[in-house]
Protein backbone atom coordinates (compact mmCIF):
# COMPACT_ATOMS: atom_id res chain seq x y z
CA UNK A 1 0.00 0.00 0.00
CA UNK A 2 1.65 3.11 -0.65
CA UNK A 3 0.09 6.72 -0.47
CA UNK A 4 1.46 9.91 -1.59
CA UNK A 5 0.66 13.68 -0.37
CA UNK A 6 2.08 17.05 -1.30
CA UNK A 7 3.50 19.15 1.74
CA UNK A 8 4.34 22.53 1.13
CA UNK A 9 8.07 21.42 2.61
CA UNK A 10 10.25 18.75 3.28
CA UNK A 11 9.80 16.36 6.68
CA UNK A 12 12.51 14.57 8.28
CA UNK A 13 11.00 11.62 8.29
CA UNK A 14 13.05 10.78 11.37
CA UNK A 15 11.63 12.85 13.76
CA UNK A 16 8.42 13.77 12.80
CA UNK A 17 5.88 15.86 14.88
CA UNK A 18 1.77 16.71 14.90
CA UNK A 19 1.09 19.65 12.74
CA UNK A 20 -2.31 19.42 14.50
CA UNK A 21 -3.61 22.04 16.93
CA UNK A 22 -2.66 21.45 20.59
CA UNK A 23 -6.80 19.78 21.58
CA UNK A 24 -5.80 16.35 23.28
CA UNK A 25 -5.62 13.90 20.17
CA UNK A 26 -1.98 13.24 19.99
CA UNK A 27 -2.37 11.44 16.23
CA UNK A 28 -1.47 8.10 16.78
CA UNK A 29 -1.92 7.42 13.12
CA UNK A 30 1.07 6.83 12.25
CA UNK A 31 2.70 4.38 15.34
CA UNK A 32 -1.06 2.37 14.80
CA UNK A 33 0.16 1.34 11.21
CA UNK A 34 3.54 0.34 12.31
CA UNK A 35 2.24 -1.97 15.10
CA UNK A 36 -0.50 -3.13 13.05
CA UNK A 37 2.39 -4.08 9.97
CA UNK A 38 5.00 -5.46 12.89
CA UNK A 39 1.83 -7.63 13.83
CA UNK A 40 1.42 -9.00 10.17
CA UNK A 41 4.98 -9.63 9.89
CA UNK A 42 5.55 -6.56 7.40
CA UNK A 43 6.99 -2.88 7.73
CA UNK A 44 5.65 0.66 7.10
CA UNK A 45 8.36 2.62 5.50
CA UNK A 46 8.33 6.88 5.27
CA UNK A 47 9.69 9.08 2.76
CA UNK A 48 9.88 12.76 2.15
CA UNK A 49 11.68 13.99 -1.53
CA UNK A 50 10.34 16.89 -3.60
CA UNK A 51 7.72 18.20 -1.37
CA UNK A 52 6.31 14.71 -1.55
CA UNK A 53 5.27 12.63 1.83
CA UNK A 54 4.77 9.19 0.72
CA UNK A 55 4.04 6.36 3.46
CA UNK A 56 4.32 2.68 2.15
CA UNK A 57 3.31 -0.38 3.95
CA UNK A 58 4.30 -3.59 2.75
CA UNK A 59 2.28 -6.93 4.70
CA UNK A 60 3.42 -10.53 4.22
CA UNK A 61 1.11 -12.28 1.82
CA UNK A 62 0.40 -15.16 4.27
CA UNK A 63 -0.37 -17.67 1.23
CA UNK A 64 3.54 -17.54 0.49
CA UNK A 65 4.68 -18.83 3.84
Do not use: W
Not at 1 to 19: A, G, Q
Not at 45 to 60: A, E, G, M, P
Amino acid sequence: ITIRNPVENDVNTDHLTSSKRNDGSLGYGISSMRSIATKYHGEVLLLCKDKVFQTTIYLRNSDNE
